[in-house]
């Protein structure tokens, strides 16, 4: 367990979703698929879509509005503005920086980290330690992505899993020997760049009539081998946070896994040996 630092406690939460809801029937109409495959392999029902016209910023905004307001925090004290996200409004700046504009926020630092599934939690490992170090008494961290934007819709293995929404805390010192955050471990396996990623749009493949015509600007996956890292990994970091914590598996009330799919959610509390859910 961390000794001899400051500790960061999450002060609020919000969330934001887009209230258009796509269920899987209606996914049956655009591809070959049906309820009863996505239902059985993946656990989703259904997804929400951000309406046309908004964009990945604005739900972080609602979410940022909401997890000020649980915490008693202005918007003009919040120090740092950290955003996980793979669907930024703009290539540049960063969706956190257009954030702190709608937030009238002005005496901040903002920047988005670019971690995919676990855009959150890297976002929430970096506010800790600027907090742990003293460099900033507070950080708004959000996770919020506008993944139908990079769908494929003719694509049934992918269009089917992913949809928009957004999350975040305020992160602040505990002053009341409140343990907060306990351990944050984080690991990346770069050897897995093309299991999952968006072929073009960055600066190797610009965008281009070739690259729009084949649909490179969106989620390409291969998905069982997604399914087989995503579970084994994080059963490894999961036990390493607790070895760094101190904490023992069955002292743990609640486990917050990222919500891909409920198979591998299953998959991995067999793995912990929790019930699930817990
Ligand atoms: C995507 C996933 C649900 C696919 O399940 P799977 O059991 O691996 O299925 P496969 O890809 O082997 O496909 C099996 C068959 O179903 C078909 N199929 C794929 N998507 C389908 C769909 N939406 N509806 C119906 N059939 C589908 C495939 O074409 C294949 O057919 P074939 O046997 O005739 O070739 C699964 O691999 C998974 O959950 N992976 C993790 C992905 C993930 O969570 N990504 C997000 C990380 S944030």
Known sequence: MRR??????????????????????????LVDTTDEWITTRTGIKERRILEEGKSNAD?????????????????????????????PDYPFPSSACVLE??????????????????????????ADSFIR???????????????????????RSTCILFGDGAGAVVLGVSHDGAPGILSARLRTDGSYVKTLYVPAGGSLKPASLESVRKNEHTI?????????????SMEEISREALDEAGVEIDEVSLVIPHQANLRIITALAERLKVPCPK
């Open 220 to 232: 390409t996956m291969n998905g069982k081998e997604v399914f087989k890292v995503a579970v084994r």
């Open 4 to 29: 001899g630092h400051p500790r960061s406690v999450i002060l609020g939460t919000g969330s934001e979703l887009p209230s258009k809801v796509m269920t899987n029937a209606a996914l049956e109409r």
């Open 59 to 87: 739900m972080a905004y609602r979410a940022s509005v909401r997890a000020l307001k649980d915490a008693g925090l202005e918007a003009k004290d919040v120090e740092a503005i950290i955003m996980g996200t793979v669907s």
């Open 101 to 126: 504009n709608m937030l009238g926020v002005r005496k901040a630092f903002s920047f988005d980290v670019n971690a995919a599934c676990s855009g959150f939690l890297n976002a929430l490992a970096v």
């Open 133 to 155: 170090t003293g460099m900033v008494r507070n950080a708004l961290v959000i996770g919020s992505d506008a993944l139908s934007r990079l769908l494929n819709w003719k694509d």
